[in-house]
């Protein structure tokens, strides 16, 4: 408990709070193409075109709410793309499509896409931190969604683990606790294996 207090006034609750929100809006937010009458999986709404824009209004005005919405909401977008990059099947709908002139990219040009904007939304997910529990903070939230959806997406070891090499990698030209701690994973490791040998 001491320890879930502590991390709560590092993170701080309305920080919590707003995250967790922004990330709950941004997960829906790629299928609004839907609502804004735009074929599905529009690279206007499946890109991280409208994080570049949140980006851009926090540089006029930086604040510290803003900043953990754009993280959460970042955050969300990542974890949307990742769901998107494993369809039943790469055709019709799981591709990305241009609007206007309403073509459908082919599934090696969407694949790539797809993980370019994985890339992207996790840096800036990422970027908006500033400190190594908002990032831990950010990668429980993730996971959880995983679970969460497990039966309803019917997938999640493999968007799972994508997530955490892509989070884990942009994760660790931040923060050195993740080295640190990966080091001190693999010690204890090696010491429970030399100790079962004995």
Sequence with gaps: MELFLNYVDKVGLIGIIVAITAFLVGMKFPDYDFKLKLQHRSILTHSPL??????????????DTFRLFIAGFALAFAVHFIFDFFPKGWSRGALLHL???????????SKLLFIIFIVISTYL?????RNFEEFIFLGIL??????????KEEKFFRPCVLFLIV??????????EINKN??????????????MKK
Aim: charged share 25%.
């Design 142 to 151: 993730a996971l959880w969604t995983f679970l969460k959806n497990m039966v």
């Design 125 to 129: 997910a990422i970027k908006m931190t």
């Design 99 to 109: 609007p206007v002139a309403r073509i459908a990219l082919s599934p090696k040009i």
């Design 50 to 63: 409208f994080l570049f824009l949140l980006i851009e209004l926090y540089k006029k005005e930086k604040n």
């Design 167 to 176: 989070f884990i990698l942009i994760g660790n030209t931040k923060f050195k």
């Design 182 to 195: 990966i080091m001190r994973g693999k010690e204890q490791i090696i010491v429970y294996i030399k100790d």
